[in-house]
């Protein structure tokens, strides 16, 4: 028997019935996809339909990778921002300024 579904082509439909935060990929597999992604041929959104990831984060992932932090995440080193970094040189700076040998003059 056909049924009216078929007649006109139709593939079935997914029905979500939860809500999930997500998948969690381990760094290898964020890296392969992202590596996947760069391949001759490939397109971040076929990539990303394959593996049910959204392409904006397949672009993250990809510029992550490019930016080597992916790779310091795996080295396990502390990834923090670059604000952070900015707000800790300046202080350094502060510090140094502060310590400078004339800053001792009296102590001499």
Not at 50 to 57: I, S
Not at 73 to 97: T, Y
């Amino acid at each position: 028997m056909t049924t009216t579904r078929d007649k006109m082509g139709m593939s079935p439909v997914e029905v979500i019935t939860s809500v999930s935060r997500g998948r969690h990929w381990s760094l290898k597999e964020k890296r392969a996809m992202a590596e996947e992604a760069e391949l001759p041929g490939n397109s971040v959104s076929a990539v990303a339909r394959k593996y049910g990831v959204h392409p904006n984060q397949l672009f993250r992932w990809r510029r992550l990778v490019h930016e080597g932090a992916l790779s310091a995440v795996k080295a396990n080193e502390e990834v923090v921002p670059a604000s952070e970094v900015k707000a800790l040189r300046a202080r350094i700076r502060e510090l140094e300024r502060q310590c400078h040998p004339s800053a001792f003059k009296h102590v001499r």
